[in-house]
């Protein structure tokens, strides 16, 4: 199947100013890349334009307002190598599902359909998906892969519509949209020359290139780690059991993303990307085995009692196809907390 063979060559970026899209555009640019960072105002676009001022014209800009109207990309996919669409609704504040849903939806077979109509030089598309759309939750340990899709969370929102659960909605949405990608890929190959990947990451973490200004406005995944870590705030939750889930760092998530862009076998195929299951004790211990200089450990911060990791993902793609090499918790520990405290953050 197609794939780019590496630079130079010109890739557009959705989302290209959030938490994982700003990594994304860093790590093409510092590869060689030509990046054409899709951004919804002028004004979102212009810190891209400022952090990355030294790589000149390899980043330009393209605005494309609200995502979910028709051909919002027809002038965005034209003249572009590929494509990395990671704009989507990220939050779990909805009050109608379709809140969510529908913009999800639309704005992942809106870009292809301009693809399919505009982008005669489009090689590959990268999607980013969820490993939402795979499963969020489980009361008893299981193994879970690509073979698997979080329908469930589908037929609640379904069923209990605005009484579904925020989680519900948004693993509902990751899963509806990554669904109507593989949906559309099927009825048009044989009119398209560009194939499709999709990749799956559980919950991101990492130091923040994005423009953020106070940690109240942090990403979800940032804010809660964040809360977790510097204020010691789990929501309620026991730190020894939750969120028994899986997370990775969130450059090993933009690294996935160029090596799906350039790697042949990867073509058709979704991957998971994670570094492994976790609960808040296992990220406590990571930071409390760095020097007192880097994370000064609140004294109730080791919990007792056993400690769940209820979800496990088959990552053999991720390895096999990508050869991706995740980086260790403890590295994610300091690289963040370093950052939040340049920031004036912490401690």
């Known amino acids: 199947m197609p794939a780019l063979s590496g630079p130079p060559f010109l890739i557009l970026v959705t989302g290209a100013n959030g938490f994982v899209g700003t990594w994304i555009v860093h790590h093409l640019l510092e590869n060689g890349y030509s990046v054409r960072a899709a951004v919804r105002t002028k004004e979102k676009g212009q810190y891209l334009l400022e952090t990355f001022k030294s790589y000149g014209t390899k980043l330009q800009l393209t605005i494309v307002g609200n995502m979910t109207e028709e051909g919002v990309f027809n002038g965005a996919v034209q ?22 849903i529908e913009p999800a939806v639309k704005g992942v077979t809106g870009i292809l359909l301009s693809a399919l109509q505009y982008g005669s ?16 939750t489980s009361d008893k340990e299981v193994t879970v892969s690509e073979k698997d899709w979080n329908d469930q969370r589908v037929e609640e929102c379904e069923r ?11 693993s509902a949405s990751k899963t509806l949209a990554e669904r109507a990608v593989w949906d559309f890929y099927l009825k048009h190959r044989e009119e398209i020359m560009w194939d499709l990947v999709a990749i799956n990451p559980p919950y991101i973490f990492g130091p923040i290139i994005h423009d953020v200004t106070s940690p109240d406005i942090l990403n979800s995944s940032s804010k809660r780690w ?38 042949p076998g ?15 004790q296992d990220m406590i211990n990571a930071a409390s085995t760095l020097p007192g200089s880097i994370y000064k450990r609140h004294p109730d911060a080791r919990f007792q009692g056993g400690q769940s990791r209820a979800i496990t993902f088959n990552t053999e793609k991720a390895d096999l196809i990508l050869g991706l090499k995740f980086r260790s918790m403890k590295e994610l520990a300091y690289d963040i907390l370093l950052d939040f405290t340049k920031r004036g953050w912490y401690p």
Do not use: M
């Open 121 to 136: 030089g489009i090689q590959r598309i990268v999607f980013t998906s969820s490993c939402a759309a795979i499963l969020d």
């Open 79 to 100: 003249g572009v190598d590929g494509i990395i669409h990671t704009a989507s609704p990220v939050g779990t504040v909805a009050d109608d599902p379709n809140e969510l």
């Open 160 to 170: 209990l519509g605005r009484d579904a659960s925020g989680l519900s909605k948004y």
């Open 266 to 280: 990867a073509g058709g195929e979704r991957i998971i990307v994670s570094a492994g299951s976790w609960v808040w």
């Open 226 to 263: 964040y809360d977790a870590l510097v204020h010691n705030d789990f929501r309620g939750l026991s730190p020894a059991t939750h969120p028994g889930h899986g997370w990775v760092d969130v450059r090993d998530v933009a690294e996935a993303h160029i090596k799906a862009l350039t790697t």
